[in-house]
T-cell receptor, first 111, second 114 residues
Framework: DAKTTQPTSMDCAEGRAANLPCNHS???????VYWYRQIHSQGPQYIIH???NNETNEMASLIITEDRKSSTLILPHATLRDTAVYYC????????????FGGGTRLMVKP | KAGVTQTPRYLIKTRGQQVTLSCSPI?????VSWYQQTPGQGLQFLFE???????NKGNFPGRFSGRQFSNSRSEMNVSTLELGDSALYLC?????????????FGPGTRLTVL
C-alpha cells in the first residue's frame, strides 16, 4: 500500500470547517483513499473513502486531487466531539481487510 | 444491532505468562481482524480471519496467534508475555474479506504486562 503523509496536529474552531490534508504521491491506480478517526480511548471509526471522485456522506466530504496525489477530508461544521486522531489510509480492495495506519493528524476542536 | 464486543476490557499479566483475548463481531459479520496499538508503534495489523481461516498476517512473532470459531467469534493468544506486549488490542469486524465493506472496531482490551 502507498505511504501517506499527514500533519501531526491541527486546531480548528468549533463550528468552522476542519480541512485535514493527506499526501499520497505514490498512490497506484487501483488504490483507494480511506479515512478513519480514533476518539480518545475508543476503537477507530470509519469516516469515508474514495477512488478519484469527490465523496460526501453524513459525516464528511473527501476531496481527491485530479492527479490523486493528495486529498483533503472536510468536516463542514466541527464540534468538540470531533476532537480525535484522523488517519488517512491508502489501500487496494479485494486484498483483505488489513489497514496500514500511519501516525495520523491529531485534530483539536476548540470552543 | 450490537457492536463489536471485546473481553476482557482490561487485563494485567506478568512477564512469561500467556493471555487470551476474545472478540465477538457484529451479527452476520464473518471477518475479524486484530490490531495492536502502542504509543511507540501506533496501530499495527496482527491478523485477519474469515470463515475460520487466517487470511492475512502482520509482522509479529509466532507468540501471537489467533483463531476463529464457526460462529465468527475470534480469540487471540499471546504466549510468553514480554513487557513490550503492553498495548491496546483492538479487533474489527466486517461482513466480508473483500475490503469493500466497512470495518467496525471494538473498544479494545488494554493489556498491561508487569
Amino acid at each position: 500500500d502507498a505511504k501517506t503523509t499527514q500533519p501531526t496536529s491541527m486546531d480548528c474552531a468549533e463550528g468552522r470547517a476542519a480541512n485535514l490534508p493527506c499526501n499520497h504521491s505514490t498512490i497506484s491506480g487501483n488504490e483507494y483513499v480511506y479515512w478513519y478517526r480514533q476518539i480518545h480511548s475508543q476503537g477507530p471509526q470509519y469516516i469515508i473513502h474514495g477512488l478519484k471522485n469527490n465523496e460526501t456522506n453524513e459525516m464528511a466530504s473527501l476531496i481527491i486531487t485530479e492527479d490523486r496525489k493528495s486529498s483533503t477530508l472536510i468536516l463542514p461544521h466541527a464540534t468538540l466531539r470531533d476532537t480525535a486522531v484522523y488517519y488517512c489510509i491508502v489501500r487496494v480492495l479485494n486484498a483483505g481487510n488489513m489497514l496500514t495506519f500511519g501516525g495520523g493528524t491529531r485534530l483539536m476542536v476548540k470552543p | 444491532k450490537a457492536g463489536v464486543t471485546q473481553t476482557p476490557r482490561y487485563l494485567i499479566k506478568t512477564r512469561g505468562q500467556q493471555v487470551t483475548l476474545s472478540c465477538s463481531p457484529i451479527s452476520g459479520h464473518r471477518s475479524v481482524s486484530w490490531y495492536q496499538q502502542t504509543p511507540g508503534q501506533g496501530l499495527q495489523f496482527l491478523f485477519e480471519y474469515f470463515s475460520e481461516t487466517q487470511r492475512n498476517k502482520g509482522n509479529f512473532p509466532g507468540r501471537f496467534s489467533g483463531r476463529q470459531f464457526s460462529n465468527s467469534r475470534s480469540e487471540m493468544n499471546v504466549s510468553t508475555l514480554e513487557l513490550g506486549d503492553s498495548a491496546l488490542y483492538l479487533c474489527a469486524s466486517s461482513f466480508s474479506t473483500s475490503g469493500y465493506n466497512e470495518q467496525f472496531f471494538g473498544p479494545g482490551t488494554r493489556l498491561t504486562v508487569l
